[in-house]
């Protein structure tokens, strides 16, 4: 069995510049990040203190008591429904405590929709991505999750408990009933989130994805939704504890139909997605 993959407009010229015959300055994209000072400006000595003994002990009580209350909701829910109720609510309590708004782009109502088997394909560059995509995919969802996370108290603890999608990605072979049991929800409509790169960037860059990374989509034959999350690696980047409170955006491309193909199509489906995410990350960004 193929491996199986675990774990969001450009501007318009400015009509006076182009009558005026002025040089327009260049618009930044995402992967133009600015000078050494423009982006510690405001992230100093000040935020690592805010970060290290105020965001972050309340994350860590949020995750505690939301956690605790979601593990004992889930003898009594076995679909999920209840502790993904929770997860949203943990999510939003930790948007509002780092102060980090998001811009939701690129959306249409064929892109966010529930009503037929989609897999949201998203780009991992922060540990805040899941509460990210809690708060704004407005709809129940699984998530195919790499089995080391078991190993966090409370998080892995929901993550086992919510009917979330655990993937072995030493030995995917243990992991066929988790598969299996995800191919049957996604066919029934339940949604399903990937992070395609199998983990989160260590560079900000888009690292390669899985092989396997689409297997359930088009076993499903689902339609599949890239979704780049934009500065998510600059406000929490992996072996820091230190959160740079700056504005997100979730950029959401048009969906990826895999109607008619089969496994052999695996790695086209796979360039095709990587190709549009990279195409959502280099566009301008959001004012």
Known sequence: MNKVVTTAEPEKEPA????????????????????????????GWLSRLRSYFVLAPLIWAYTIVLGTLSLI???????????????????????????????????????????????????????????ILYVNLPFQFRIIFKSELLAYPFVGWHLRRS??????????????GAIKSALRSLRQGMPLV??????????????????GAFF?????????????????????????????????????????????LSLRDMDEVSAKVKASIEKLREAPQAI
């Open 73 to 131: 909701c889930s003898f009594f829910d076995r679909n999920g429904r209840i502790q993904h109720n929770f997860a949203r609510t943990w999510s939003r309590l930790i948007m509002k405590t780092i102060l980090s708004p998001v811009k939701v782009t690129g959306t249409n109502e064929q892109a966010i929709d529930n009503s037929r088997p989609r897999v949201y394909a998203v780009t991992h560059g922060s540990a805040l991505d899941i509460p």
């Open 163 to 176: 009917g979330q999608v655990c993937i072995n990605q030493q030995n995917p072979a243990v992991s066929i």
């Open 194 to 211: 990937i992070f395609p790169e199998g983990g989160r960037t260590q560079d900000g860059k888009i690292q390669p994805f899985l092989p």
């Open 216 to 260: 359930l989509a088009i076993k499903a034959q689902a339609d599949i939704v890239p979704i780049a999350l934009i500065d998510t690696f600059d406000l929490l980047p992996m072996n820091t504890y230190h959160i740079k409170c700056q504005p997100l955006e979730m950029r959401v491309g048009e969906p990826i139909s895999t109607a008619g």
């Open 16 to 43: 006076e510049l182009r009558s005026a015959g002025q040089a327009e300055p260049p618009l930044r994209t995402w992967s133009e990040k600015p000078s050494v000072v423009q982006r510690s400006r405001g992230h």
